[in-house]
């Protein structure tokens, strides 16, 4: 009787075929967590705009009150993925956005002294 295959040869096929195996009852069912809702994230970054000087946690306190239920650190990843600083860089005012917001508020005239200096002043 001859033999077409070594006894190595059968024992690797063995070890392969349980490998394979197992690799596919270890597998994981799903690919992880889902990702957020849309609707979800639109509402994060609508809020982020209109409120610039809320942070990520308090984005999220007001997601559960709404009834939204997120966590804060899914809060948060939307805003970075969103490349959102952080609340002080948001909030803070720029001198081009507080003059023109003053010179909104006021009109400002010019006025020629009778040396031919000229002076702006605000009528409040």
């Given at each position: 009787m001859r033999l077409l295959v070594r006894p190595d040869t059968v024992f690797r096929w063995h070890r392969d075929l349980v490998a394979r195996r197992h690799a596919a009852r270890s597998r994981p069912k799903n690919g992880g967590r889902p990702r957020t809702v849309h609707s979800v994230r639109a509402l994060v970054l609508r809020?982020?705009?209109e409120n610039p000087s809320w942070g990520y946690r308090r984005l999220h306190g007001e997601l559960l009150v709404l009834?939204?239920?997120v966590?804060?650190?899914?809060?948060?990843?939307i805003l970075?993925?969103?490349e959102i600083p952080p609340p002080p860089e948001r909030a803070s005012t720029t001198w081009a956005d507080f003059l023109r917001s003053q010179a909104d508020a006021c009109g400002f005239f010019e006025t020629v002294t009778l040396s031919g200096a000229r002076?702006?002043?605000c009528s409040r």
């Open positions: 809020l982020a705009a009834g939204v239920k966590a804060a650190s899914t809060v948060w990843e970075k993925e969103a002076r702006c002043t």
